[in-house]
């Protein structure tokens, strides 16, 4: 157990609710919850800090999947595809990660990310309608695995911030479902991934439970909070979320590149 005050440990279990809320309903609540673990646990080693992480944000995540899969329109055996397709993609994301300079990186995601919120801004029913309500082709059905799942997989394990936005906006489009629906079906497909990576954490011994425990309560608490209010407030209010958080992940990945 690190030496970390009460106080410390309060404010991050606050921080680990309002990452969940943030990730149940558009994703990108670690962008919250990763800086506040390094913060509060500066002597530890990166290992520990995103093991214990993990370990945090698997609980929130289900807790917003349950919520999700019970009153939305979510197709559980698509979203389990691409979830088994993202697990695999993020396992080979880690493997890669130890030789790619993510200083390289950074800028084509900042553009991605640029490019991706001016779409969302010029077509302000992106999201908010199903453009097809009929059920979605086997051939979007496979570009969702290879994009959704393996693509951002991939890119869930070599970094790692943003993929809940990134698989939002991928299932919205791909598949043409309303952003609330495509939250739900995201959080399925982030179970997946986050399970595999706390596996492996878990057996390397890097997650610290005595930190991790008292997190996850609020963590779990902020994910079902989250999904009950994108249920009930619809695809309006998550899409402007969606815009927010996106702004927060160019902002953070700009601090990352060059203010750093």
Same mark, same amino acid.
């Given at each position: 157990m690190p030496d970390i005050s009460l106080t410390t440990l309060a404010v991050l279990c606050l921080t680990a609710a309002a990452a969940g809320w943030i990730d149940a309903v558009v994703g990108g609540g670690g962008l919250l919850q990763l800086p506040a673990l390094l913060v509060g646990l500066p002597h530890m080693a990166p290992a520990h800090v995103l093991g214990t992480n993990k370990a945090v944000a698997i609980w929130g995540t289900s807790a917003a999947a349950v919520a999700y899969a019970r009153? *939305? @329109? !979510?197709d559980v055996r698509t979203a389990a595809r691409i979830g088994l &397709? &993202? #697990? $695999? $993609? =993020? #396992? *080979? $994301? *880690?493997f890669f990660a130890a030789g790619i300079d993510s200083a390289v990186l950074r800028p084509l995601i900042m553009a991605v990310l640029l490019a991706v919120l001016a779409f969302v801004l010029l077509r302000p029913t992106f999201g908010t309608t199903v453009a097809d @309500? &009929? @059920?979605p082709t086997g051939r979007r059905v496979l570009a969702a695995i290879l994009v959704a799942g393996l693509v951002i997989g991939f890119?869930? +394990? #070599?970094i790692g911030p943003g993929t809940g %936005?990134?698989?939002v906006l991928a299932l919205a489009g791909i598949l043409h479902m309303n952003l609330v629906t &495509? =939250? +739900?079906t995201a959080k399925i497909v982030n !179970?997946? %991934?986050n399970v595999g990576a706390l596996v492996t954490f878990t057996a390397q011994g890097a997650v610290l439970w005595q930190v991790a425990a008292p997190m996850a309560v609020f963590n779990l608490a902020g994910g079902a909070l989250g999904a009950r209010m994108a249920l009930k407030r619809g695809s309006g209010f998550v899409r402007g979320v969606l815009v927010v958080v996106v702004l927060a992940l160019v902002c953070k990945l700009a601090y990352d590149q060059w203010g750093g």
């Open positions: 009153k *939305a @329109p !979510v &397709a &993202a #697990l $695999g $993609g =993020s #396992l *080979a $994301g *880690a @309500p &009929a @059920p890119y869930d +394990g #070599l %936005t990134f698989l &495509a =939250s +739900g !179970v997946c %991934t």
